[in-house]
């Protein structure tokens, strides 16, 4: 840090400037009269001049702020000021000039005046105040660069030599005591590599980051990219790894060079960053063509998904939305985005239950919505298996009342959202999930209306999903807590999932269960490591991550189908189709879900597991152990 005897009083400046400015005007009578016979006749309006010099400059400086300002940091901002300020002060001069030869003519006492030394006055004070205080500056740096480095200095290669970069090189060239001497840049700029940034030499692009490090003896990396993409901080920091030098991102430049990461100042994370996949597109003309002019119901408006949902529907131009959830707070703020993005689009806001028929056929004769998208359900595993009844009424016994519904009032389309956990179900959520996708396909089959299945894997940065509960343990400092080393699972971001679902309402012709292609199942542990990194900061360095074991009705991986369906592919190049026949259907599926209600109703959840197990395909409900409240996360 730079030293207080270096921070030059106010009042010092100020003394000095008033010996500078007598100074300046001497030098501009001298330099225009040069020093004889003339320049002692022009001596007393010298003085004169000095005099109101000495009034007005330090009254100008002080006004605009020359006073308030420490010099050992001076940039060219303050240049600025300073030239400024002397034009200011000079005009104001000039002024004062002109007033005082008026009153000596008016006296006739009036000796002449060298007007041009007024100009040559205003040049040499701005070079003599300007550079007094940029010579402050130099002073401290130089005492800093006089400072020995500490011998545990360690060697830093700076990734990005953008703005960013840059500050990073000239913080750690003032602030020696931190150890870390700024060795080389790389970056993938052509017109900087081989050039030199404050004395740093732009050594290559990003990928020669393993041999820059080997050649110049780097210690650490500093990845100086704020702004960019998260495979692009990927792709370096897994090069830092290979090279086994230690590395940090930039979230603040303070945090950085002081080396203490503060986590409540993150970089901020695109979801996207964290897919290890590009996202899927939509086929926008197909969506077009069956949402336009339409009147558009979506159950569970307020959710994550419901939500994006009306988002996406509006802008294809329906004729109306009817935003339909339990939750009131989640609906009334929604209306409030779609209303403040869509002004002119008709929306409906309807707090209901879908297990009230009663209510639905009400809404359903109000609105008779064309198209219905059924995003309403209870979602989160561990919760569900505390709440069997509630998991049955949800998503049973609500997926029934919106299909008697659609039926009844000759809804155009219908799609229903459902999950991977449906697959060979270890979850109450799984199973009734499963049982929902079959009232589905059951409904389309036996009327043939163009009903769907869409099927995902996990929502990236849905409400209540781990990524911001991650994202709030890391910003308590951690530690993140996964279950299991080995849990894996498919991702897809909420608007990927949006977009399945309005091509699954566009392609669907009836009875389809639609899966999309989502790749290779992610690791838990992968997918928190890399939002830490991300985030700015180093696992088990800044963030710590436990293993807590796997909890009741989790798989270690999940499953998008089972391996006796037959899977087809679609017009859409990631979207794939899954024909199959369930093992129950018609009267029997009717009987079996009738009795699941009346055992929710009756509270016999150890009924509805055994009879889940034996309607499921590949389920094992039943032999779930009971969950450990304690550890709902």
């Not at 002060?89 to 060298?114: C, K, M, N, R, W």
């Not at 002073?139 to 545990?152: Q, W, Y």
């Not at 949006?498 to 199942?521: C, K």
Request: with cysteine.
């Amino acid at each position: 840090m730079i030293g207080e005897k270096i921070y030059l009083r106010n009042r010092f400046i100020f003394l000095a400037d008033l010996v500078l400015i007598t100074a300046s005007v001497a030098l501009s009578f001298a330099m225009r009269l040069e020093l004889g016979s003339v320049f002692l006749y022009y001596f007393p309006q010298m003085v004169w001049m000095i005099a109101l010099s000495l009034v007005i400059k330090p009254l100008v400086f002080y006004q605009l702020g020359l006073y308030r300002r420490l010099w050992a940091y001076a940039s060219t901002q303050e240049l600025r000021l300073i030239v400024g300020a002397n034009v200011v002060a000079s005009a104001v001069v000039a002024g004062a000039i002109f007033g005082l030869t008026t009153l000596q003519s008016a006296l006739d006492i009036y000796p002449g005046f060298p007007r041009s030394s007024i100009l040559i006055d205003g040049l040499v004070s701005i070079l003599l105040v300007g550079g007094f205080r940029f010579s402050l500056r130099m002073i401290a740096e130089s005492r800093l660069a006089g400072k020995p480095r500490s011998h545990a200095a360690r060697r830093v290669l700076i990734v990005g030599a953008g703005s960013a970069g840059t500050l990073v090189v000239r913080e750690l060239q003032k602030n020696p005591q931190l150890g870390l001497i700024p060795a080389a840049f790389l970056d993938d700029d052509p017109a900087k590599i081989k050039h030199k940034l404050y004395g740093v030499p732009v050594e290559g692009r990003l990928v020669d980051l393993a041999h820059v490090v080997e050649d110049k003896d780097i210690d650490e990396v500093i990845i100086a990219l704020p702004s960019a993409p998260g495979n692009v901080v990927r792709r370096v920091s897994d090069a830092c790894r290979t090279a086994g030098v230690t590395f940090r991102t930039m979230p603040g430049i303070y945090e950085l060079i002081g080396g203490q990461v503060n986590v409540s100042r993150l970089r901020e994370v695109q979801i996207t960053d964290l897919l290890r996949r590009k996202p899927t597109q939509t086929d926008s003309d197909k969506t077009g063509l069956t949402l336009a002019g339409k009147s558009v119901l979506i159950t569970g408006a307020g959710g994550s998904i419901g939500l994006e949902l009306c988002r996406q529907v509006a802008r294809w131009g329906p004729s109306e939305i009817i935003l339909l959830g339990h939750g009131e707070n989640s609906i009334f703020e929604a209306i409030l985005e779609l209303q403040a993005n869509f002004p002119s689009l008709p929306m409906f806001p309807v707090i209901a239950d879908i297990r009230d028929s009663n209510r639905m056929y009400a809404i359903f004769e109000k609105f008779r919505p064309q198209v219905v998208f059924h995003a309403a359900a209870h979602k989160h595993v561990i919760l569900m298996e505390a709440n069997v009844g509630e998991a049955v009424t949800n998503n049973i016994l609500g997926t029934r009342n919106v299909l008697d519904m659609a039926i009844s009032f000759d809804v155009e389309r219908l799609v229903m959202i459902s999950t991977d956990k449906a697959v060979r179900p270890t979850s109450v959520m799984g199973a009734t999930k499963r049982i929902a996708e079959m009232l589905v396909v059951d409904t389309a089959n036996r009327t043939g209306k163009p009903f769907s299945v869409v099927r995902f894997g996990n929502v990236l940065g849905s409400r209540g999903s781990i990524v911001p509960i991650f994202q709030q343990q890391i910003k308590k400092g951690g530690p993140i807590t996964i279950t299991h080393p080995e849990m894996r699972r498919f991702f897809m971001t909420i608007p990927e999932a949006v977009h399945l679902v309005l091509q699954a309402a566009a392609m669907g012709e009836g009875s389809e269960v639609f899966i999309l292609n989502m790749g290779e199942q992610i690791r838990i542990v992968d997918l928190a490591e890399d939002l830490i990194r991300l985030s700015g900061l180093e696992p088990g360095r800044d963030v710590e991550i436990t293993f807590t074991g796997v909890r009741p009705g989790e798989k270690l991986s999940e499953e998008l189908w089972e391996v006796r369906s037959d899977i087809l592919r679609t017009d859409h190049p990631e979207i794939l189709r899954m024909m199959r026949d369930e093992p129950i259907n018609g009267l029997p599926l009717t009987q079996a879900v009738g009795e699941l209600i009346y055992l929710a109703r009756e509270g016999d959840s150890a009924a509805i597991l055994h009879l889940l197990d034996k309607l499921v395909p590949g389920a094992t409900v039943s032999s779930t152990p009971p969950p450990d409240l304690i550890s709902v996360v």
